[in-house]
C-alpha cells in the first residue's frame, strides 16, 4: 500500500493548525489512493500530541521525542523527517509551509532526492500521481503541477486546507524514533517578536493600511480595528517602505502572500503587487477615498470614504457585536 | 593570502587589522533575475510559461539585500564578493548591477541544459559551480520573487553539506561564526552557526544601496565567467527535472464588488451587516 508521509509542527508542546490541514489533506489523498499515512512529530514533550494526529487522519505516527529535541534546529529536524523517508519510501510527503516547514522541506527534499512544489493550494490525485496548484508571481498566475518518480513532495499553504473530521476513536500506532541532535546551526535565544501574536499568513482576518492614513501616528486606527475584529494587522509596502511600520506587516509580492477569510484594506489604493498578495483573499472589503482605485477590483464590499470617518466607527460597531456575543 | 584586495588605501586601512596568515573572507552571492513585481503577467500561448517580450527584468529584491550584506561583511572584514546567477544570456544584466553595487566577480551558469531546470536542478548548478570557490558564506534572497519556492538556500546548503539558517534579518561574523537573526509567526529568534554556512536574506537586513556612476563603469571591466554544463561536470540525469509544470493560467476573477453607499455611519452599519449575513465571515 503506497503511503503519504506528513510533517507535523509542534510549538511549545502543541500542533500548529497548519499541521492539522496537511494530515487532514493527507488522509483526503490516501482515501483517493488507497494509501496509508503517516506523520512524523520531532521535538521535547511531544509524545502526546500523536492521538491528536491520528484523530486527524494518522495512521501511524512516528514519535522523535527527547530532551535535546526542544528547541528547532533544522539539520536534526532533516536528518529525522529524511530517516523515516528514507524507510518508509511513501509516494507523497506533505510539509506546512510555514516558517518551519520553509526552512525544512528544501533541506529533506535535497537530502532524499525528492521533486519539491512549494506553497501548494490545492492537491489531487489523477491517474493514480499527485497534481497540485500552486500561485506563481504572488498568484498573479496560477501552476498546476506535476512530478516525475516518488516521493512527491509538497509544502501546503497554511489556511486554506480545511481540516478533516475530527475522529478521537481512531487511534494510531506510534513508533519511537531515535535521530543524532547534533547540528552546527542553532537557536540561541528567541523573544517574542514586535510583530505580535497573530501570524499575518496563518490568520482568519487580516486589516491592512496604506497611504491613505496619512502618516504612522494615524496607524493606530487598523490596529484598533485588527484588535476589534481579533485580526492580524497588515500594511501596504508604500508604508513599510516609508518606515510607519515594521517590513514583516507588508502584504504583497515583496512581503507576505495571504489568504485569510477577510482582507480589510483600509486607504490602500492596490498597486499590482499588493492585490497579487491579497487577492486570494475568500472576502476582501476596501475603505478608500478615491472612487477610481484599484482595490475596488478585487474588492467584495467597497466604500467610498475617507478612512478616518470609517474606521473608528467600524472599530466601535465591531467592539459592541463582539460584547453582544456573535 | 588569496584574493584580498590590494592598492595602498586597502592596504593603509584594512590589512594591518588582518594578520597575514588569516584567511579573507569569501562571500558568494546567488543572484536571480526576475519579472519586475510591478509586471503584468500574461500566459504564453504554450500555456505553460509567461510572455516574455516586454516584461521589464530586475534582480530579485531578496537578492539585493544578499548582494548589500556582502558587499557590508566585506567593508568590515575585508574579502572579496562573487556572484553567481544561472540563466539565458539576460541574465548578464542582473550580474552587471551587481557588480555595479561593487561585487568583485561574476559567474554565469548559463547552458540550453539549463531552461527548464526545477528548483533541485538549478541548485545542483548552483552548488557545481559554488563548491569549488571555498567559500566562507553563501548567501541568497530567501525566495526568488516570482517563483515564491523559498527552495534554493536549503537545497544548495545540504548539497554543499553546509549548515543553513534562512530569512535573516541581521548577520554578524566573529571568529569564525555568524550570529543570525530571524523574524518568524511572532518570534524573534538568534541564531548560531559555524561558518563556512548558507544564509538567506529577508526584507529589513539592511537598505541595499544604489550603483554609483563609477560603479556602473567600473562593472564592465569586471570578470564575469561563463560556465556551461560540462564545465561544472553535470550530467543529464543531475538536471532532469523532478517536477513538470503542465498548465500556467491566470487567477480566476474576483466576483466583483458591491459598493455600499450612505453616510459614514449607515456604509459601517450596512458593511458589518452584511459581513455577517451575508458573506458569514464574522
Known sequence: ?326 | MRGFRGGAHARRIGAWRFPPEMKTLKTVVCVKQVPDTESRIRVAPDGKGIVEGDLGWIVSPYDEYAIEEALRIREKKGGEVVLVSLGPERVLSALRSGLAMGADSAIHLKDPAFDGLDTLGTARALAAAIRPLSADLVLAGQQGVGGDNSQVPGLLAELLGLPQVTMAVKIELADGKATVEREIEGAHEVWETSLPAVVSAQKGLNEPRYASLKGIMAAKKKQVQAMDAAALGLKAEDLAPKVDVVALELPPPRPGVRMIEGEAEAQVKELLRLLHEEAKVL
Not at chain 1, 113 to 133: I, N, P, T
Not at chain 1, 208 to 231: D, I, Q, T, Y
Not at chain 1, 258 to 285: C, D, F, N, R
Open chain 1, 1 to 326: 500500500m503506497p503511503t503519504i508521509v506528513t510533517f507535523a509542527e509542534a510549538r511549545e508542546g502543541a500542533l500548529r493548525r497548519a499541521s492539522l490541514e496537511a494530515v487532514s489533506e493527507a488522509r483526503r489523498l490516501a482515501d483517493a489512493m488507497g494509501a496509508s499515512v503517516q506523520s512524523v512529530v520531532i521535538g521535547s514533550g511531544v509524545g502526546a500530541l500523536a492521538g491528536e494526529l491520528g484523530a486527524y487522519g494518522a495512521d501511524r505516527v512516528h514519535v522523535f521525542e527527547h530532551a535535546d529535541l526542544a528547541a528547532y534546529a533544522t539539520e536534526t529536524w532533516a536528518r529525522a523527517l529524511g530517516q523515516v523517508i528514507t524507510q518508509e519510501t511513501p509516494a507523497v510527503v506533505l510539509v506546512p509551509f510555514t516558517a518551519m516547514g520553509r526552512d525544512l522541506a528544501p533541506r529533506v527534499a535535497a537530502r532524499v532526492g525528492a521533486g519539491l512544489v512549494s506553497d501548494c493550494v490545492r492537491l489531487e490525485v489523477k491517474d493514480g500521481r499527485l497534481q497540485a496548484r500552486r500561485p506563481l508571481y504572488a498568484g498573479k498566475a496560477f501552476a498546476t503541477v506535476r512530478w516525475q518518480g516518488d516521493p512527491q513532495m509538497a509544502t501546503l499553504r497554511p489556511n486554506v486546507f480545511p481540516l478533516g473530521r475530527k475522529d478521537a476513536a481512531r487511534k494510531p500506532e506510534t513508533v519511537a524514533g531515535a535521530v543524532d541532535a547534533a547540528a552546527r546551526a542553532r537557536v540561541v535565544s528567541v523573544a517574542a517578536s514586535a510583530a505580535g501574536k497573530v501570524e499575518l499568513t496563518e490568520a482568519q482576518i487580516i486589516v491592512s493600511g496604506g497611504r491613505g492614513l496619512k502618516g504612522p501616528e494615524n496607524f493606530h486606527l487598523v490596529e484598533e480595528l485588527a484588535g476589534a475584529l481579533g485580526a492580524a494587522v497588515g500594511a501596504s509596502r508604500a508604508v513599510v517602505d516609508a518606515g510607519w511600520v515594521d517590513h514583516q506587516y507588508q502584504v504583497g509580492q515583496t512581503g507576505k502572500t495571504v489568504s485569510p477569510t477577510l482582507y480589510v484594506a483600509a486607504g490602500i489604493s492596490g498597486a499590482i503587487q499588493h492585490l497579487a498578495g491579497m487577492s486570494s483573499s475568500k472576502v476582501i472589503v476596501a475603505i478608500n477615498k478615491d472612487p477610481d482605485a484599484p482595490i475596488f477590483k478585487v474588492a467584495d464590499y467597497g466604500i467610498v470614504g475617507d478612512v478616518f470617518e470609517i474606521l473608528p466607527r467600524l472599530t466601535a460597531a465591531a467592539r459592541a457585536v463582539r460584547s453582544a456575543g456573535h
